[in-house]
């Protein structure tokens, strides 16, 4: 076998290099005078979700009222900060100087990225069906930081996370915020 091998490498070798020096000669077909163009088309697939929003400034969340999140959360607001975007902006709300107890983004834009905005926050192969308020779907589950409820509707989607590890105190601010915002 090992005869073999020694026999049969260096020929492989050999083509191997003649391979890689190979040119491809220019196509010598006479012009006719007739123009062409080739038209590129590509396919694009959905980037996914934008990413999650992050806090920027200190305010008050235009669709909901500390006070809902208190009774809710079942803790003291002591800080509500804001996240960027416009015209909704992530809501964030602070139990301490830096601790969040709850959280709401609510995302408006593709129908397929909300939807995917909603999975990427409770995946459906580990979450549990959410469909409240009525004609939004998506999932609710609890992890190691507390609860999530994220559901969608067209092109919006709405995320509510706590710190909390009941996922019917994340369900009944979506359910605020649905009704505050009319959608």
């Known amino acids: 076998m090992n005869r073999v091998l020694l026999t049969a490498l260096p020929s492989l070798l050999v083509l191997g290099a003649m391979a890689g020096c190979a040119t491809v ?3 010598s077909a006479p012009t006719t005078g ?5 038209v590129a088309t590509t396919t694009t697939t ?3 979700p934008p990413p999650a929003p992050e806090p920027a400034t200190d305010g008050q969340c235009p669709y909901l009222d500390s006070s809902v999140v208190q009774e809710a959360n079942g803790q003291l607001v002591r800080k509500v900060r804001l996240s960027a975007d416009q015209p909704r902006p992530a809501c ?3 139990a301490n100087a830096t601790d969040v107890q709850l959280s ?16 990427r926050a409770a995946p459906v192969a580990d979450s549990s069906p959410a469909s ?12 190691d930081s ?33 009704g505050n915002l009319g959608l």
């Not at 007739?34 to 080739?38: D, E, L, P, R, V």
């Not at 409240?132 to 992890?143: D, E, M, R, V």
């Not at 092109?155 to 915020?177: C, D, H, L, W």
């Open 132 to 143: 409240a308020p009525a004609g939004w779907n998506g999932g609710s589950l609890t992890n």
């Open 34 to 38: 007739i123009t062409t163009s080739a």
């Open 92 to 94: 964030f709300f602070y």
């Open 146 to 178: 507390g609860a999530v409820y994220a559901v969608s509707k067209g092109g919006t989607a709405v995320v509510v996370t706590s710190n909390q590890k009941q996922t019917i105190k994340a369900r009944r601010i979506a359910e605020t915020v649905v």
């Open 104 to 119: 709401v983004w609510v995302f408006q834009g593709e129908a397929a990225t909300a939807k995917a905005v909603v999975d």
């Open 46 to 48: 959905p980037a996914g």
């Open 25 to 27: 000669e220019p196509s």
